[in-house]
């Protein structure tokens, strides 16, 4: 069962049919995940092997269906993250 961020989950269930930006990881082999997820409706925007994942586009709908698909590990929100200077150099 697919670990959906809490947050997203209540965004999602609150609204169906409004587009998120995510991040999708997934088990098995990625090709074959990246068609699954875009035959279900998925933009893909980015493909991470690092974390054998997907940056992606997908509705509040989809968002709520996720628990049903054994080989999603986890669904969060996409953010841009900035490293923190260190004030030492």
């Known amino acids: 069962m697919a670990k959906i961020a809490s947050d997203l989950q209540m965004q ?3 609204n169906p049919s409004a587009t998120f930006q995510i991040i999708v990881r997934v088990q098995g082999d990625m090709d074959a995940r990246q ?3 875009e035959a279900e409706g998925l933009t893909i925007t ?3 092997w690092l974390i ?3 940056a992606a586009s997908a509705t509040g709908a ?3 269906s996720a ?3 054994e080989w999603i590990v986890s669904v969060e ?9 260190d004030k030492t150099n």
């Open 12 to 14: 999602a269930r609150a």
């Open 35 to 37: 068609a699954q997820l």
């Open 46 to 48: 980015r493909r991470s």
């Open 52 to 54: 054998h994942g997907f």
């Open 62 to 64: 989809w968002i709520e």
């Open 67 to 69: 628990t049903d698909k």
């Open 77 to 85: 929100r996409d953010a841009e993250i900035r490293a923190i200077k």
